[in-house]
């Protein structure tokens, strides 16, 4: 269905914006390399490098992650905070996450510490995009708390490590890219690489548990659609 889309070209580029957003999607949507996607697009008579599908990635998948969150439903009023421990040349770097209650990413933020400060600037932008949450939870850290008694203190704050497995379940991917890359490169790589990564996740794994055979298949073919209509829409 991708790879269908009207191949408009776009200004600058040799291919067409299919075999790009193709491309695009390939590389967020599985655990794949950069060279992986350049075997699967030679697979289909594509020649092109590891290195020009890099650009792509970082150029039109920032677009795209865009216009998913542009088209997402009002999330769950119930918040998951949770932060972990990014390895970056040496040294550590903390990456916040917050889902909703589906267990779908709202936002995510890379942070050289992990403070209260920290704390506030994460759920700044968190409630710029999305409003204030009715409940909030989170693990034990302390930031937590200040952070929300001064930002939204009509908020239901709850702190529990038991209560937060939804939102410590949501790095597993991120766990399982990190590996491939040998580790990210710097905080700026993995804050630009994870937004497009969890938004393609919000858009492709519906919770397949939940949902008959049926509907997972009806559920998929509207996801790829999507995409297809987003990459109508990227410019260069």
């Known amino acids: 269905m991708i790879l269908s889309v009207p191949s408009s ?3 600058g580029y040799r291919f067409p914006r299919s075999v790009i957003g193709y491309a695009v999607w390939a590389y967020h949507r599985f655990a794949l390399s950069l060279r992986d996607v350049e075997d699967l697009l030679a697979e289909r008579g594509i020649t092109v490098s590891h290195e020009t599908i890099r650009d792509w990635v970082a150029k039109f998948g920032t677009q795209i992650a865009a216009k998913i969150r542009r088209d997402r439903d009002q999330p769950a009023d119930k918040w998951h905070l949770d932060e972990v421990v ?3 040349r040496g040294k550590k770097h903390w990456l916040w996450r917050a889902v909703d209650g589906n267990g779908d990413t709202l936002e ?7 403070n209260a400060n920290a704390a506030k600037q994460f759920l700044r932008k968190l409630m710029k995009r999305w409003g204030t949450p009715r409940v909030i939870v989170t693990d034990k ?4 708390g200040v952070a929300i008694r001064e930002l939204c203190p009509g908020a239901d ?3 529990h490590k038991g209560l937060n497995n939804r939102s410590e379940a949501s790095h597993r ?3 399982r890219r990190e590996k491939i890359f040998g580790r990210f490169k710097s905080a700026r790589h993995a804050q630009m690489f994870l937004s497009v990564h969890d938004q393609t996740a ?3 794994r519906p919770k397949r548990h ?3 055979a049926a509907d997972y298949r009806q559920t998929r073919t509207e996801a790829l659609g999507l995409w297809a209509r987003y990459v109508r829409e990227i410019v260069a």
């Open 9 to 11: 070209a776009l200004k």
């Open 86 to 88: 990014i390895p970056i």
């Open 108 to 114: 995510i933020l890379m942070q050289s510490r992990r």
């Open 141 to 144: 850290l302390r930031s937590y």
């Open 157 to 159: 704050h709850r702190s």
């Open 173 to 175: 991917h991120t766990r």
């Open 202 to 204: 919000v858009l492709f």
């Open 210 to 212: 939940r949902l008959t």
